[in-house]
């Protein structure tokens, strides 16, 4: 696996909306690229015979019936909101052009 460039580093710092430094940008590329070839290690394990798995433990009946139960009244919920507009939590915009 090739070495993260700090280029790399600000797109996913950018994704992350972080702002770094540039000492920080090469800093996490080293340890960035330190985690990704620990990782790569993991293809050279011989998985010959070992079935594709989704979880490690086997898990039945995880799910458990609908059923409506009392809940606590909308009046109450609201009250502790520092927004509402009577019916609904008022929150701030987080996405552009919504």
């Known amino acids: 696996?090739?070495?993260l460039s700090p280029e790399d580093v600000r797109k996913v710092a950018r994704l992350s909306r972080l702002k770094?430094?540039?000492e920080e940008e090469a800093r996490?590329?080293?340890q960035l690229g330190d985690?990704?070839?620990y990782v790569d290690m993991l293809n050279e394990v011989d998985?010959?015979?070992v079935e594709p798995?989704?979880?490690p433990h086997e898990m039945t009946d995880v799910f458990r019936a609908d059923e409506a139960r009392p809940?606590?009244?909308r009046?109450?919920?609201l009250s502790n909101a520092p927004k509402t507009d009577g019916k609904y939590f008022l929150v701030p915009q987080i996405l552009e052009n919504a």
């Open 1 to 3: 696996m090739p070495e």
């Open 20 to 22: 770094l430094t540039p």
């Open 28 to 30: 996490f590329a080293r």
């Open 35 to 37: 985690v990704l070839k």
């Open 47 to 49: 998985t010959t015979g």
């Open 53 to 55: 798995l989704a979880h």
């Open 71 to 73: 809940s606590l009244p």
């Open 75 to 77: 009046e109450a919920a």
